[in-house]
């Protein structure tokens, strides 16, 4: 029996004018693609920023294989990628020496090829060993959450990372369909729990159970608060900022971050003089958030969703 073929390794850069303008490139400075992926932002990135350094992180191995081979040819730039998530983009960048950065991309997108390439077990539309890893070298699986955790835990992350209304009804399905060993035995049980038609407006029935237990295995919300943090805390007076979103839990969480770093006082506002002592350290480049032309998401229908905010450090 043939092998099914594994896609090559692309990365279609969603909104990528709209970052490389609101990074405010030049040459010699020292940007940070935090989400590397297949190096789409990155390639042009390194164009305009001559005698500069470019540092990439991602999770994926296959990323940085692939990345490394795309930016290989760059000259009067310097490459340095590192495989860590980027949550402790902050602690790496301090451990190479690097105590400031100018500019800093992150895009939270799931990328095409780990979608696309079945084994990952990322996508519903095909049938896939459980596992959603965005890290393979990581320890935790979609298999340990479908068929390891309690009814309420399953419940409660499907409820509050999918947003899914039949949370409880599918978390029941699938405990009492256990073991379940493939993403397509799991899209089976999980499209019989919910009535008959949902979805037909908001996507395939499974669409956001997926993505309940892809963000639990790769713990992605709790990582870009903390990249957020980190992030603030190493770019240099004036530098940029740009993250892309792809869901309403993301960019709150970004949203919030931002605010918080942009306002001044946080005390209440029955108190006449503030004694909490908090300043801004970031103003708003895009309080209201960037979004695809309607050129951009018929060419690329995966970026439909996507937000763009940007700051700026004071």
Not at 6 to 32: D, I, R, S, T, Y
Not at 260 to 277: E, F, H, N, R, V
Request: proline share 5%; hydrophobic share 40%.
């Amino acid at each position: 029996m043939s092998q099914p073929a594994v896609p090559a390794f692309q990365h279609v850069p969603v909104l990528l004018n709209e970052c490389l303008q609101g990074l405010n490139l030049k040459p010699k400075m020292v940007v940070v693609d935090a989400t590397l992926g297949g190096a789409g932002h990155s390639r042009e990135i390194v164009k305009q920023i001559r005698g500069g350094t470019l540092v990439g992180f991602d999770r994926d191995t296959a990323a940085l294989r692939y990345s490394a081979d795309v930016l290989k040819a760059v000259d009067g730039v310097a490459i340095r990628l590192v495989k860590a998530n980027f949550a402790d983009l902050a602690d790496n960048l301090h451990s190479m020496g690097i105590d400031g950065v100018d500019a800093i991309l992150a895009d939270f997108g799931v990328s095409s090829y780990q979608i696309d390439t079945p084994e990952r077990g990322f996508s519903y539309t095909k049938d896939a060993p459980l596992d959603m890893r965005m890290d393979t070298d990581a320890e935790l699986t979609a298999a340990q959450v479908v068929n390891g955790y309690s009814l309420k835990h399953l419940t409660d992350i499907i409820s509050q990372y999918g947003e899914e209304r039949y949370a409880g009804r599918i978390a029941a399905a699938i405990v009492a369909a256990r073991p379940i060993r493939s993403t397509g035995h799991l899209t089976q049980v999980i499209t019989n729990a919910v009535p008959a038609g949902y979805g037909k407006t908001g996507g395939h029935p499974a669409k956001r159970t997926f993505q309940a237990i892809r963000i639990e295995v790769n713990q992605e919300l709790a990582s870009i608060e903390k990249f957020i943090e980190g992030a603030l805390s190493v770019l240099k007076p004036h530098g940029r900022l740009a993250v892309i979103s792809f869901h309403s839990l993301e960019d709150r969480i970004v949203k919030q971050k931002f605010k918080l770093a942009a306002t001044d006082c946080l005390c209440p506002p029955k108190i006449p003089q503030c004694i909490c002592g908090h300043h801004a350290t970031i103003k708003w480049l895009t309080k209201k958030p960037l979004c695809p032309t309607i050129q951009e998401t018929k060419s690329n229908p995966r970026s439909a969703s996507a937000k763009l905010r940007i700051i700026e450090k004071l």
